[in-house]
């Protein structure tokens, strides 16, 4: 076997430095959608680019372990006809990723992963469009579309295929992920629960008598698959 080239170890590293800012991203994304008071109103606005910022980097990471030139769309132009290795800084200087809007095909192609719910993928790449070209739809509940993405698309897939659990990651140490459970709760989106899942800010029982029967049975059901029934006490 031929021994590893420094261009080699650097392709390795593309996964890995795309996953570090994806988490960044998503940290950021689950704290602007859920924290929003008068002091930072804008904050829900910013949660829809930071949900597609974290969508876009997650699913290029899952991309890349596959091959990290499969983020590439033109990756022809990045030959200049006489280097002998493929490099970051050319990568960098002349690599060309796939746009947002094509990644679930990339990834479909890629790995034969198939996104689910691409009506909520669609709604938050306009919502996404609008505010970065031009200003903020005033017909869409941004912090709810931004969750919604996150955790009906993304969570599903990143636990599947990278083991973590997107209520992890947010700004507010001080209370762990409650109220980020606590507004999905409330949303009725299903969410991947870490082993060690607890919440201590509010009270399960209380929270889920306010929504549908059907998700109760799905939250009881995933508290009893990792041995935390005792949480519930209805």
Not at 57 to 68: D, G, M, R, V, Y
Not at 157 to 168: M, P, S
């Amino acid at each position: 076997m031929a021994p590893i080239t420094l261009m080699n170890e650097e392709l390795r590293q593309i996964p890995q430095r795309i996953f570090k800012l994806a988490i960044a991203s998503l940290t950021q994304a689950n704290t602007h959608a859920v924290y929003v008071d008068p002091r930072n109103d804008h904050w829900d606005v910013l949660s829809i680019l930071n949900a597609a910022h974290t969508g876009e980097l997650f699913l290029k990471t899952i991309i890349a372990l596959e091959h990290p030139l499969l983020i590439f769309r033109e990756i022809f132009s990045i030959d200049d006809g006489s280097s002998s290795d493929i490099d970051l800084s050319s990568l960098l200087q002349k690599g060309k990723t796939h746009d947002f809007e094509r990644l679930p095909q990339v990834l479909w192609v890629s790995t034969g992963i198939r996104l689910p719910s691409p009506s909520c993928y669609e709604r938050l790449r306009r919502a996404r469009n609008a505010i970065q070209h031009f200003c903020a739809p005033k017909d869409v509940e941004l912090g709810r579309l931004s969750l919604e993405f996150i955790y009906t698309i993304i969570d599903p897939l990143i636990y599947q295929q990278l083991g973590i659990c997107a209520i992890n990651f947010h700004e507010d140490p001080s209370v762990g992920y409650d109220y980020i459970v606590q507004r999905l709760i409330r949303e009725s989106f299903k969410f991947s629960m870490p082993d060690d899942f607890g919440i201590t800010e509010f009270d399960l029982a209380d929270e889920l008598e306010s929504v549908g029967q059907a998700y109760r049975c799905w939250f009881a059901g995933e508290l009893e698959r990792i041995g935390k029934t005792n949480l519930l006490k209805f």
